[in-house]
């Protein structure tokens, strides 16, 4: 099972369209897929129309254990495209259990629970750092971090790739990574001047996909349709294409994996 | 690197080496949180959920509908193979995917009634689909009307009874574990691969 956490400390990079549009990509393909909002924004789960019960969703494998996982997951109106909402409540995670240890692997527990059901689990992280962000960073086995091409960001990413090391370092093993540019425009200056930084600072685990500044990925998810299913976001929908290409042929995601 | 990013990096490291230190008791087991009393943490009743029903005979099974892709009635299959578990009824391609049709009657143990293959429930993710008579029924269950079982035993497919509608819960987890656990140990006997 690949399990991939989207994840960056900042917010607006683009976590939650790409969650969605790699999930509508791989569910189109037949592959079953679970997605799993770990935002007490909740903003996957709204995205699909979903709300999480009071006290349920995500939420529930910290208050309740990691064998709730199964109660709590959605079917979403995608044919083998299942999601585990995210509540509010996620927010009152770390004033609750604070840094009790083994709280940051909840969700690797669960999700182990589930490995015989889903080829592919991709996490919608929040854009904080807290037990919710440490628990999707545990459990992955690719870290995917939208990174927006303008400076600001770029500061945000160096934060959020000294929080990888840390936690690679306490988790005992490495946490691959791969940097998506998003909302890149070709037309303005700081964007292209920002990606030539990327490739620069990061060039090997940077993807060779970029994802274009599209309205029509707003409209996408205004209408709960995934990007690659939004006849209007071609641009976006193709960037998503290639990228998921990107994911299979390289890295932790070999096309050998892939088959098995 | 100045003193306050040393100091910045040393407690984030503590604190990531405590979550993901050996596991503490969780959930019930739990220990209550020294927390302040606070509304919006209070936890509310989780809410009923859905679930389909299989009528096996005198048996009547329920599925979480989140687990349910499609049910339709029973084409006409490809029979198995001679030495596949009796639950085994045949095989079927459907759009991205071949089934296997499982004779929930078989599984269970079951007296089947009349009609005992004429539904097909489909199975959202894997590649299982149940055969039973009937599956037209949907109940609601909260969480506390089920009395629920400990994982593992001899029955994995048993997730728990819920008296008060008659019937039992499948455990979807349990039940296509050992379907492909079966379907592998056959394969391994006939030497003939694991199947699809």
Redesign the interface.
Known sequence: MHIWAIANQKGGVGKTTTAAALGGLLAAEGRATLLVDMDAHASLSSYFGIDAPPGGGSYALFADGAQRLRDEIQRTRFERMHLLPASPALATIDRQFGARPGMGKVLAEALAEVAGLYEYVLIDGPPTLGVPMVNALAACTLALLPTQTEFLALRGLERMLQTLAMLERSRGAPIPRLILPTLFDARTHASVACLRTLRERHGPVLARATIPADTQLREASHAGIPAGAWPGARRGGDAYRALLGELRESGPISAKAHRA | MNDDAIGD?AL?????????????A???DMPT?P?VP?A??E?????A?RYRCCQVGSLRLAL???AV?AVRPCPVLTPAPPTAPPWHLGTLVE???RLHVVSLAALTGATPGPGRTDVLVVL???HWALACSDAEAVIELR?DEVRWRARGGTRPWLAGTALAHGCALLD??GL??LL?SELEAMADKTGMGAPA
């Open positions: 990096d984030l490291t503590r604190y990531f080496d405590a979550l993901l230190a050996p596991a503490c969780r959930g019930s949180a927390v606070d919006e943490a936890r509310a009743p989780v809410t959920r979480p509908m989140a892709a759009s991205t995917r959202d993710a894997g969480h979807i987890l296509t574990g492909a």
